[in-house]
């Protein structure tokens, strides 16, 4: 009897949050229909423009949308302003204009803010869900508390490419983990009402394919057959649509001979129509009048036209908009139902905000001192930057640190350079990064630095001082890699090999005898095979952001034992590259004589997807399929053993990988499609459970239909995508 209480009790609540949900919707559309038939045609037009205020994330300059033009109603939102102040004069003046329909707020806050926390493929390295979903709430709380309502974030360009310096946005290779990195992100940001004001609006960017431009250069052409995208890319944006997520951003590059920013397949047919996106979608920094660099514009009027009629709604920075299309609609160009549909999907997320119930709900002078930069959003940063870090290589026992070690020669300028910490696309107060130097500091060790390398031309400087610092200390911990400058937007490379003096230096500091650690510090895969071969321990840190210094401190005394795994291929050499764990078998499969692979290299990677060591070892035991007491759906389970067979407690990421023996179409040799991060104290042994459904077995055919054929297929267990454990499950 009290259970049915119960469940009467649940049934009833859900039915009244239901109601609550939908009587809200229907304010929304009566308010927001009754404001547009008071709106003139420029105020209309007014809405679909955003302008850049502080600064400029791209070329032509941040034409700061004057606040005289604010006032008159004909522009919708301001980029690149944060700071209640700030913020609340903008607002003023949008309060003077003749509707008062308020600006929305936007900004690139991608990992933290003012509290940095590591480049989101560092933290993708953590495949920690809840742990990233949380990294996203704080960076959220953190921006509206500083009168933002709009991010945009999370980026969720698949790659493979590691010349494209852009790979450090977002979350590696695979498009089912980029797909619950997107969701985790996009979950974090905006909660479960965008009115809170501790939430702001994601922005799935760039839509769509940025990550596999032609070369890997920055801004090229994507050309690639539907079933290539919708399984390899389209996923992550299409779970991000499914997750809610408020906005889109069109992407720079051509897709397939259409500029994304006016394409209507990717636009309208796939976002709106197919996957009933009600959202608005931005176009990425003046990427509208792009559209005559494309040479699909022959002026600003055609760019306005083709890229409102695609469905971009809002342009920002460039002024197609706002200078044609006016004219366009009088002239019936463009129609004015084209218009509509446009205003009313940003004036809709403007009213979810609660904007016009009050313009001035994320300007609190007091919540902006309270939040941003709270201790606590360095406990968050810390924790997932020690999460970040990948164990690449332990080949003695120096490493965890003993806690009563003496005296550390910290070598390189990475290891003192607050800026480098905070890696592209930071929105972090630098003065706040702690150092690796600082922290090892803090610790009370006794700390003999020496530059060893000049982080401007990368060569080695003062090798005397270095070796006098080597000789003083029972270890040497070096830091070499990437300055922050050199991974990001508008950062491709045609090699992204580690310079060669810098691991020249490691070599010397390896030939004196003493024990070295060897911190790799980047936004992106790189290439360091000499440093790969000779150092007998590699910890991969990424840039982490604010707290840096302690988390690669906790890890080097074993505080926290490392858990990360690599969320993108390390290749072994620019020939491989684009390269990742997926590639299809092909007629001639490798290993074989003749068969798909180089002369001059070997084919596998330096490091594969989902690899990264631990201070403790796994066991994996006991594969098995289960196939009772299944849920609904689940065509079976599977089963394994995990047993922490070493010295101390550590976290593992239990990877499934799925192969189709045998489809209507080539797929690939495997593919991730379960992972669960576990925590296990040494000695214990965990039962991993898996289920295995038409997600897990379906994949697109090249009219973007989701199949699951029957058949064989082969399931695979492990640490990482090669280290696995296989059996056969087949689906009759
Ligand atoms: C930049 C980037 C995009 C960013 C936008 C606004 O060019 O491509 O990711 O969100 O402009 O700063």
Not at 271 to 294: A, Q, R, Y
Request: proline share 4%.
């Amino acid at each position: 009897m009290k259970k049915m209480i119960f469940l009467c009790c649940i049934l009833y609540s859900n039915l009244i949050v239901a109601q609550n949900i939908k009587s809200k919707e229907r304010e929304k559309e009566r308010f927001v229909s009754g404001l547009m038939k008071k709106m003139t045609l420029e105020e209309k037009v007014g809405q679909l423009w955003q302008v850049a205020g502080g600064f400029a994330t791209g070329p032509n300059g941040s034409n700061i949308g004057s606040l005289k033009v604010i006032a008159q109603g004909r522009i919708g939102s301001v980029l690149n302003v944060s700071g209640v102040k700030n913020i609340r004069k903008y607002q003023e003046a949008a309060m003077q204009s003749r509707l008062k329909i308020p600006l929305v707020f936007g900004m690139d806050v991608i990992h933290g803010f003012r509290t940095g926390f590591p480049i989101p493929l560092g933290e993708a390295a953590s495949f920690d869900l809840d742990l990233i979903q949380k990294g996203a709430h704080w960076t959220g709380t953190a921006a509206a508390a500083a009168g933002l309502n709009w991010t945009f974030a999370p980026m969720v360009d698949i790659s493979w490419d590691a010349r494209w310096g852009r790979v450090l946005e977002g979350a590696g290779e695979d498009p089912f983990y980029g797909s619950q990195v997107a969701v985790a992100r996009v979950r974090g940001l905006q909660g479960d009402n965008l009115s809170n004001t501790n939430t702001i609006m994601a922005c799935v960017k760039h839509f769509a394919g940025y990550g596999a431009p032609i070369a890997g250069k920055d801004y090229n052409s994507v050309d690639m057959s539907m079933g290539h995208f919708a399984n390899f890319y389209m996923p992550p944006y299409k779970a991000a649509a499914e997750a809610g997520a408020a906005t889109f951003m069109s992407a720079f590059n051509d897709f397939n001979n259409i500029p994304s920013t006016a394409n209507p397949f990717l636009l309208r047919n796939l976002l709106k129509e197919k996957w009933h996106f009600k959202g608005f979608v931005v176009s990425d920094w003046g990427s509208v009048g792009e559209l005559m660099n494309h040479r699909v514009a022959a002026d600003k009027k055609e760019a306005a036209i083709k890229a409102i009629s695609a469905g971009l709604d809002m342009e920002m920075v460039s002024n197609c908009y706002f200078e044609n299309l006016v004219d366009l609609v009088k002239e019936k160009k463009v129609s004015i139902e084209v218009v509509d549909d446009a205003v009313q999907r940003i004036l809709y997320k403007k009213f979810e905000l609660g904007l016009f119930e009050d313009p001035f709900r994320y300007c609190d002078e007091n919540r902006e001192k309270e939040t941003v930069e709270s201790a606590s959003s360095r406990d968050i940063a810390r924790s997932i930057s020690e999460r970040s870090i990948v164990l690449l290589k332990k080949s003695d026992n120096i490493l965890p640190f003993q806690k009563d070690l003496k005296s550390i020669a910290l070598i390189g300028p990475l290891a003192k350079s607050k800026k480098d910490m905070c890696g592209a696309w930071s929105t972090a107060n630098v003065n706040n990064v702690i150092t690796l130097h600082e922290a090892m500091k803090n610790r009370g060790v006794q700390v003999n630095y020496a530059e060893g390398y000049d982080l401007g031309n990368n060569k080695i400087v003062n090798y005397d001082s270095t070796l006098l610092a080597v000789e003083k200390s029972d270890v040497v911990v070096v830091a070499i890699g990437e300055r922050a400058s050199e991974s990001g937007e508008m950062r491709s490379k045609t090699d992204i090999s580690i310079a060669a003096q810098q691991q020249e230096l490691v070599s010397r500091l390896i030939k004196t005898g003493k024990p070295v650690v060897v911190l790799l510090m980047c936004g992106r895969p790189v290439i360091f095979n000499e440093v790969r071969d000779q150092a007998p321990n590699i910890l991969l840190t990424w840039w982490l952001g604010s707290e840096a210094g302690p988390a690669i401190c906790n890890v080097l005394w074993g505080d926290y034992n490392p858990s990360g795994k690599l969320p993108m291929t390390f290749p072994r050499n620019m020939g491989q590259v684009p390269i990742n764990y997926q590639y299809k078998s092909t007629g001639r499969p490798y290993p074989g004589d003749w068969a798909a692979k180089y002369i001059d290299s070997p084919v596998e990677p330096a490091y594969p997807f989902g690899y990264g060591q631990s201070y403790t070892s796994f066991k994996y035991s006991n594969l098995k399929l289960i196939s009772d007491n299944l849920g609904k759906g689940v065509h079976a389970k599977v089963s394994v053993d995990v047993t922490n067979i070493g010295q101390y407690d550590g976290e593992e990421v239990v990877q499934l990988y799925i192969r189709d023996e045998a489809a209507s179409v080539t797929r690939p040799v495997k593919e991730l499609k379960g992972f669960q991060k576990i925590n296990l104290k040494k000695g214990m042994t965990q039962t991993v459970i898996f289920d295995i459904r038409d997600e897990e077995l379906g994949f697109y055919d090249n009219n973007i239909n989701f199949i699951v054929e029957k058949g064989d297929f082969t399931i695979m267990v492990g640490g990482d995508s090669e280290n696995l454990d296989k059996m056969l499950f087949s689906l009759k």
